[in-house]
Nanobody
Framework: QVQLVESGGGLVQAGGSLRLSCAAS????????MRWYRQAPGQQRDLIAT???????SYSDSVKGRFTISRDNAENTVTLQMNSLKPEDTAVYFC??????????????WGQGTQVTVSS
């Protein structure tokens, strides 16, 4: 099976920066699209950033210009650099990936989440 493990969350003041990482482990053929979601208390889980295997990226309007998603295909990691953080960025951040366990297959996996808290 595949595991996604996030790290890098924590407490930061407004205007500060944090860097989240997500590492994939297990037995699989390839990792395709990787994503970051976030979920604030009492809110739905929202997609905020996406990166394809070739490095094409997209962002939600709420984080565009402040957050940067990147990946290292050799290390099977995805990173979210978060700058100019705002209190409304406070949420649990989840890594998500489409994984081919064998060629031609596709299965979606979630990490366990990491808490980001931005104080005003």
């Amino acid at each position: 099976q595949v595991q996604l493990v996030e790290s890098g969350g924590g407490l930061v003041q407004a205007g500060g920066s944090l860097r989240l990482s997500c590492a994939a482990s297990g037995s699989y053929f390839s990792i395709n699209i990787m994503r970051w979601y976030r979920q604030a208390p009492g809110q739905q889980r929202d997609l905020i950033a996406t990166i394809t295997r070739l490095g094409s990226t997209s962002y939600s309007d709420s984080v565009k210009g402040r957050f940067t998603i990147s990946r290292d295909n050799a290390e099977n990691t995805v990173t979210l650099q978060m700058n100019s953080l705002k209190p409304e960025d406070t949420a649990v951040y989840f890594c998500n990936a489409d994984v081919s366990l064998v060629p031609g297959s596709l299965k979606n996996y979630w990490g366990q989440g990491t808490q980001v808290t931005v104080s005003s």
